[in-house]
């Protein structure tokens, strides 16, 4: 199975670790993922709240690069990338003044775009394209006993609901328990962990973060699993000053590429496990 | 006096007040249209539909001896009957009227005096230039079968049986479920009286059981519907009870010997709460007092491998017959009566209230269920962990007012919930109770003074959608809670409140089966999925097929007193057509030139009232005018061009459109 890929800024930088754990994953089970070439920034959630016009003409360039690619789907593993360009596809059918201008733009560059091609998430593509059958029959080191609070963050339920329930997805859920480790109950898993607020605004942005955190320790889970990487670096960068403000809530926040790769038995520093904050200290039991 | 192959057009024009003459020049319209060929006599006048206004058609028609009359005035839906009556009495044939709109099809639409005018003109000629080509027609009577059948046993179905049994009129009661009583007998305490549903709801089931004119069908329902309006054969499927209801005296033995020992399966009255056995009575008051066997449960049934203790407990009565089958029966009626209810919103949609995820999410019914003290907790209030809430929450329009589940009021439930809010301060005064509500509408009669006393019982109440029902715990006494999440829009921040229980007030929508029940009796229904009612205001009962009414829940949500009313209502509009013995069929409808027909049967799959059979033995389609509504579909269609429709035939029209194009 082939797939249009398109990384976005975050895994070629700060996410790098989502990257390098997603791509040899997918290889084991079969799935090619291939770079879109000559991608540009999605925009993410600052450009579309400052000049929607424009941030759909940036994003509608790598769909338009995509489409010629001639791939079926194009998967983005970052929630804002991914977010950015289904929302981007709907307002170029609804909103015809964006349609123009963006029709307009992209011919500047001697591009179009359709925008009909369904960018998808690397979580919808492992359950309805790979089956978690397969997904099992790869796991040589199944996480016994690790405890899981999976977090979903607020961008791949809402607004678009696509592949999984907007208040109780169990996507994630179903993934982790496939590769044997045991899923807490976490009522928190929708919630927004802060975004951009930990930049913009510490206090109530930290504080989602922190809640999250705490709810995850309160239910006895091990680490959190994530799949977007602002989530990642939120739940996972600012431990010291949640201590500082609130109590220390010290547990690991990884990507579930990541903890696919561990019961693949991939090492811990060829899935970039090292670049987190927080040390590994729950996998030293399972861990290759 | 004058040829009587001449045509001699009377034309009027009302002015309609204001109304018409506000935009469009009456009196000059008046003067164009004398001047048309064939027009002898053109008036305007204040108000045609006036007695002087009728009465001005009579006397010109006698006096100058008019064959054809023309009133430009307002919609024929409202006076087309009035004028085809006067023209009747003036001693012509009331088709050689026709009506032309130029009120809602022109001054009211329009806002250029000149130009509506001239709109009216060339109207008027079209008008004057057809209604010389219309023909005489009858009027024909079709009698109505005295026989009523009403589908569904709640109170409404219930409440017109009465009233037409006690009428002196035969009516078949067809209730799927095995009990009559609907969704009443489920209910408690009633608002705003709070006086018992089952004390007052009893004594009609058992007057329906006992009374002369009514045969009472249980758990069976109408399959197939043929006839025409005032002659319809009905298809009633009777399914298998296992039980010979004649020889059942309800006095359950058999429940009680069954070789379950204790009750293992859902019991689906009990809003699934508590539990039955495969042999069961939905409750003790089920009308009629006999026991079911359930296929799906029982042993006997399912395997062939039972002791049948069952039997042997009603040796003396030989009730149990597990050979049953499921029979047919054809019942000839002349009027219909569909009062089917509706089901309850499925909570489950909405995953962020819970239900299904926290044992303590109830809905309202399931509430009700318990409170009431022949349900499944005695009247306890007691949640799944099998405590008794300290704390009690209730969350309004579940389901209901919402673009992503249903856009309309559910209109009972504020009181409903109100009903349980006050029933569960009384029986336990020290439970806190909270009602989050969007508005509390509380209309009719002591419903205000109901909402006042639930202040003064101290329910509180805080406005404000609830966004999510969780346990997700924040400070120590929302540990082991559910925490009702909601902006306190009155006092404009949002709260966390922890409760023991969490209460659905879940709305009411059609039944899921309702598209198929409305197909089989040709009825419409709103964009809802409601069934439509042929006036909102003026003919909430009667549907668009003449003869079937409506009553009731299946209508639109309402009370039982508003639903008691309709099932009156319905029950008199049907005793209109039984006591007057026949319906008119209007001429309007399409007939078929039997010579022209080639037999390709186009038109039969068409029709939407089933009008058009093909006749085996001349091998062509033949039209019965009865069910035929006269909508032109099968016109347009046939091939030949062998159907023709009385009022709208190739040459009315045609002369209607060159009126109009010859209109300089």
């Given amino acids: 199975m082939k797939y249009a890929y398109f990384p976005g800024c975050s895994l070629k930088g700060t996410g790098r670790s989502y990257e390098e754990s997603l791509l040899p994953v997918m290889q084991t089970l079969g799935v090619e993922l291939e770079e879109l070439h000559d991608w540009n920034c999605c925009g993410a959630t600052a450009y579309m709240s400052v000049d929607e016009v424009k941030a759909c003409v940036l994003a509608s360039r790598n769909l338009a690069i995509a489409e010629k690619t001639g791939h079926r789907d194009l998967v983005a593993p970052c929630s804002a990338c991914y977010l950015v360009l289904n929302k981007t596809q709907h307002y170029l059918q609804d909103v015809p003044s964006i349609a123009t201008a963006v029709g307009t733009a992209l011919e500047a560059a001697g591009l179009s775009c359709k925008g009909n091609m369904p960018v998808r998430h690397p979580l919808d593509v492992l359950i309805n394209d790979v089956g978690l059958e397969a997904v099992k029959k790869r796991v040589t080191h199944p996480l016994k006993g690790l405890k899981i609070a999976p977090y979903y963050g607020c961008q791949i339920v809402r607004p678009y609901a696509t592949f999984d329930n907007a208040y109780q997805p169990m996507t994630l859920d179903r993934l982790c328990e496939a590769l044997g480790a045991t899923v807490v109950r976490y009522p928190l898993k929708t919630r927004c962990c802060g975004g951009s607020l930990t930049g913009t605004m510490p206090e109530p942005g930290l504080h989602c973060s922190y809640q999250l955190l705490k709810e995850a320790v309160k239910r006895g889970a091990d680490m959190l699993v994530t799949v977007c990487p602002l989530c990642q670096f939120n739940l996972d960068g600012y431990h010291d000053q949640i201590e500082a403000k609130w109590e220390p809530v010290r547990i690991p926040t990884l990507y579930f590429s990541q903890l696919m790769g561990l019961a693949f038995g991939m090492s811990q520093t060829q899935l970039g496990l090292q670049r987190h904050m927080m040390p590994m200290k729950p996998l030293a039991a399972v861990a290759a | ?664």
């Fill in chain 2, 1 to 664: 006096m004058h040829d009587k192959n001449e045509i001699r057009v009377g034309y009027y024009v009302c002015h309609c007040g204001t109304n018409i003459a506000g935009m469009i020049d009456c009196p000059a319209v008046a003067k164009y249209a004398a001047k048309l060929p064939h027009v002898v006599v053109s008036r305007d006048y204040k108000y045609m539909c006036s007695d002087p206004g009728q009465e001005l058609i009579q006397h010109d028609i006698k006096e100058h001896d008019l064959n054809r009359i023309v009133v430009a005035s307002c919609s024929p839906l409202l006076h087309e009957h009035t004028f085809r009556n006067a023209v009747e009495k003036g001693g012509l044939n009331p088709y050689f009227f026709h009506m032309v709109n130029i009120r809602e099809h022109n001054s009211w639409v329009h806002t250029d005096r000149q130009l509506a005018s001239q709109k009216a003109m060339a109207q008027t000629r079209a008008a004057i230039e057809r209604v010389q080509h219309h023909k005489a027609l009858e009027v024909t009577q079709v009698p109505i079968h005295p026989d009523v059948l009403i589908l569904g046993g709640g109170i409404a179905g219930i409440h017109a049986a009465l009233t037409l049994g006690n009428a002196g009129k035969k009516v078949y009661l067809v209730e799927r479920e095995p009990t009559i009583g609907g969704h009443m007998a489920k209910f408690d305490k009633t608002f705003p009286t709070l006086d018992c549903a089952a004390c007052i709801l009893t004594p009609k089931m058992s007057q329906v059981k006992s009374h002369p004119n009514i045969t009472l069908w249980t758990y069976a329902e109408a399959t197939k519907l043929e006839g025409y309006v005032g002659n319809y054969h009905v298809t009633v499927k009777h399914k298998p009870r296992y039980i010979n209801e004649e020889l059942c005296v309800g006095c359950m033995e058999c429940i009680a010997a069954c070789v379950y020992k204790t009750p293992k399966f859902p019991d689906a009255f009990n809003q699934n709460l508590g539990k039955r056995k495969p042999v069961y009575i939905p409750f003790p008051q089920a009308t009629p007092q006999v026991v079911l066997i359930d296929p799906e449960t029982c042993l006997n049934l399912k395997t062939g491998k039972c002791k049948q203790t069952c039997v042997e407990a009603c040796a003396d009565r030989k009730a149990i017959d597990f050979t049953q089958k499921e029979t047919f029966e054809e019942v000839k009626v002349g009027t219909i009566i569909v009062a089917t209810g509706f089901q309850t919103f499925d909570p489950h949609r909405i995953p962020q209230y819970g239900y299904g995820a926290f044992p303590n999410v109830f809905t309202s019914l399931e509430v009700e269920r318990m409170v009431n003290t022949s349900g499944p907790t005695g009247g306890a209030l007691i949640g799944r962990d099998g405590k008794h809430p300290e704390s009690v929450g209730f969350i309004l329009c579940v389901g209901s007012r919402d673009v992503k589940t249903n856009k309309w009021c559910s209109r009972t439930c504020c009181m409903h919930s109100m009903k349980l809010a006050q029933l569960v301060k009384e029986h336990y005064p020290d439970t806190e109770v909270y009602i989050f509500y969007m508005d509390i509408r509380a209309p009719g009669k002591g419903a205000e003074e109901f909402y006042d006393k639930s202040l003064h019982m101290g329910i509180r109440f805080v406005r404000g959608r609830v966004a999510e029902v969780t346990d997700w715990a924040v400070t120590p006494d929302e540990e082991g809670k559910l925490v009702v999440r909601c902006e306190d829009t009155l006092a404009g921040f949002v709260r966390r409140i922890p409760f023991d229980m969490v209460v659905l007030a879940i709305g009411k929508e059609p039944h899921g089966d309702s598209q198929e029940v409305r197909r089989l009796f040709n009825m419409s229904c709103g964009s809802e999925g409601f069934f439509l009612e042929r006036h909102p205001k003026l003919a909430p009962v009667n549907t668009f097929t003449d003869g079937i009414f409506i009553a009731g829940a299946c209508q639109g949500p309402k009370d039982i007193p508003d639903t008691v009313a309709q099932a009156g209502a319905a029950a008199a509009e049907a005793m209109v057509l039984i006591d007057s013995g026949h319906i008119e069929i209007e001429p309007n409808t399409a007939f078929i030139n039997e010579h022209e027909c080639s037999g390709c049967k186009s038109c039969i799959a068409l029709c939407p009232y089933t009008a058009i059979s093909f006749e085996d033995v001349s091998q062509k389609a033949t039209i019965n005018e009865a069910l035929c509504k006269g909508c032109g579909t099968c016109v347009a269609s046939c091939p030949s061009g062998s159907i023709v429709q009385n009022l709208f035939e190739d040459e009315e029209i045609f002369s209607e459109i060159e009126g109009v194009l010859s209109h300089e």
